[in-house]
Nanobody, 120 residues
Framework: QVQLVESGGGLVQAGGSLRLSCAASGTIFSINSMAWYRQAPGKQRELVAIITSGGRISYADSVKGRFIISRDNAKNTAYLQMNSLKPEDTAVYYC??????????????WGQGTQVTVSS
């Protein structure tokens, strides 16, 4: 079994910062990519940022220049540093890992989500 556990969400004022963490554990052989998605009430889930095992990074246009994704391969952990937060960043943030299990299956796993609320 594989588990993704997110942490770091909360309530922050506009202009503030938060750092999210996503730790993957279990029967993991290797992780190809780790990504952060978010879903605001009444909206579809959207990709925020993704980082590959080789360090390639991509961001949604709405967060470029404000958010930074990183990962610690030794700890199977991804981070999302969120700066200059805006009320429109309010959403549940989900971590997703595309990984190969010890049984050599290529699968996507999702975390349980963490709420980020930005007040104006």
């Amino acid at each position: 079994q594989v588990q993704l556990v997110e942490s770091g969400g909360g309530l922050v004022q506009a202009g503030g910062s938060l750092r999210l963490s996503c730790a993957a554990s279990g029967t993991i052989f290797s992780i190809n990519s780790m990504a952060w998605y978010r879903q605001a009430p009444g909206k579809q889930r959207e990709l925020v940022a993704i980082i590959t095992s080789g360090g390639r990074i991509s961001y949604a246009d709405s967060v470029k220049g404000r958010f930074i994704i990183s990962r610690d391969n030794a700890k199977n952990t991804a981070y999302l540093q969120m700066n200059s937060l805006k009320p429109e960043d309010t959403a549940v943030y989900y971590c997703k890992a595309n990984l190969i299990t010890q049984q050599r299956s290529l699968l996507d796993y999702w975390g349980q989500g963490t709420q980020v609320t930005v007040s104006s």
